[in-house]
C-alpha cells in the first residue's frame, strides 16, 4: 500500500468518475484502475461499485475514506515538519555557557526566537573543561569556550574578554591601584573548581607581580565574590565583561597589562549537522560582523 494510491482512492472517491480523476491525477484510466485494484486486493475487499454509468463507494470505501483523510493529512504535516527541522526553523539546541557570554549569548537567543520560534533552546551554566567534554560526547550542540580549543572541536572566535579586579570603596588602595599593590591584600577568589582557567588565570598574573594571593575564599560565582569584597573581606578578579554596571561600595580596578586579556570562542561538534544549529551559527556569524 503507498501514498500514491491512497491519494488516487481519495481523488476518485471525491470525483467518482474514473476518467475525470485520472486527469487530475496526470495518470491514463488504465493506470489509475490499477491502482485502486491493487488497492483493494490488499484490503481483500472492494473499494468502490461499478457500474456501466456510475462509480459509487462501496460500504467499505465508505467506512475507508474517513481513515485515509486523516492518515493523509497527518503525512503532509509530517513531510511539512520534516522540511522545517531540515531548514532549521524547529527543533532542539543544546548551548553551553559560561560568565564570558552573559550578555552575547541571551541576545542571539531573542533573535533566535524572533526567525524560529519553533526551536526549544536549552541552556547550560558549564567550565570550558565541561563544555569540551559535553561536545565531544555530542550532549552539547554548541559551546562557548576559553582559547585555545581542542582540535577535535570546530570553532569560531566570539568574544574579547580582559581580567580586572575589584576592591572595597573602604580599602586602603588607591583609586588607581594596580595589580601589584594587591600583594598584601586577601583575596576571594573564584572556585578552581568551577572555572579552573580563570582560577589559574589568576595565579598566573599574581606571579608575574611577584606574589602568591592570599585567599581567604573561594566561592563559586562572580556576584558572590562582589557581595563579600563590598563586604571589606578582600580585593577579587573578575572579567571585565562583568563589570557593566557600578555597585554601592565597590571599586574597578582595570589591568592594562596584555597577558591579562584573553579569548572565547563558540565551538561544535565537528560531526553535528543540527539544523537549528547551523541556523544559530548564521545569526552567530552575522552578530560578530556587525
Same mark, same amino acid.
Given at each position: ?7 488516487? !482512492? ?8 474514473? #476518467? ?17 485494484? +491493487? ?21 467499505? #470505501? ?28 524547529? #527543533? ?40 569540551? =567534554? ?20 570546530? =570553532?569560531?572566535?566570539?568574544? +574579547? ?6 576592591? /572595597? ?17 586577601? !583575596? ?6 568551577? =572555572? ?21 575564599? /573561594? ?42 586579556? %584573553?579569548?572565547?570562542?563558540?565551538? %561544535? ?22
Amino acid at each position: 500500500m503507498e501514498i500514491r494510491e491512497l491519494k488516487s !482512492f481519495v481523488v476518485l472517491a471525491e470525483q467518482l468518475h474514473f #476518467g475525470r480523476a485520472a486527469n487530475l491525477l496526470n495518470l491514463s484510466q488504465p493506470a489509475l484502475t490499477k491502482q485502486i485494484r +491493487k488497492l483493494e486486493d490488499e484490503l481483500g475487499g472492494e473499494l468502490f461499485e461499478r457500474g456501466k454509468h456510475r462509480t459509487v463507494l462501496s460500504a467499505t #470505501g465508505m467506512q475507508f475514506l474517513p481513515e485515509v483523510r486523516a492518515m493523509l493529512l497527518g503525512f503532509d504535516r509530517l513531510l511539512q515538519r520534516g522540511s522545517m527541522v531540515a531548514r532549521g526553523e524547529v #527543533g532542539q539546541l543544546r548551548l553551553g555557557f559560561g560568565f564570558h557570554t552573559f550578555e552575547l549569548v541571551p541576545k542571539l537567543i531573542v533573535r533566535l526566537r524572533e526567525i524560529a520560534p519553533g526551536i526549544e533552546v536549552s541552556l547550560r551554566d558549564m567550565s570550558t573543561a565541561e563544555q569540551v =567534554s559535553a561536545l565531544e560526547a555530542r550532549e552539547l550542540d554548541l559551546g562557548f569556550l576559553r582559547a585555545p580549543v581542542p582540535a577535535s572541536l570546530q =570553532s569560531i572566535a566570539a568574544v +574579547k574578554d580582559r581580567m580586572a579586579f575589584i576592591s /572595597s570603596s573602604a580599602s586602603p588602595l588607591p583609586e588607581k591601584a594596580t595589580l601589584a599593590d594587591c600583594r598584601d591584600q586577601p !583575596f576571594v577568589t573564584i572556585s578552581e573548581d568551577r =572555572s579552573p582557567a580563570f582560577h589559574r588565570h589568576t595565579l598566573q598574573l599574581c606571579a608575574r607581580h611577584g606574589f602568591h594571593p592570599k585567599i581567604v575564599q /573561594s566561592v563559586p560565582e562572580f556576584m558572590t565574590a562582589v557581595a563579600l569584597v563590598q563586604a571589606g573581606l578582600g580585593v577579587a578578579m573578575i572579567p571585565q565583561s562583568f563589570w557593566n554596571h557600578r555597585i554601592e561600595g565597590v571599586r574597578f580596578h582595570r589591568l592594562r597589562e596584555k597577558n591579562a586579556a %584573553w579569548s572565547v570562542a563558540a565551538a %561544535w561538534n565537528k560531526a553535528d549537522r543540527n539544523p537549528a544549529l547551523l541556523a544559530f551559527l548564521k545569526l552567530l556569524k552575522a552578530d560578530l560582523r556587525s
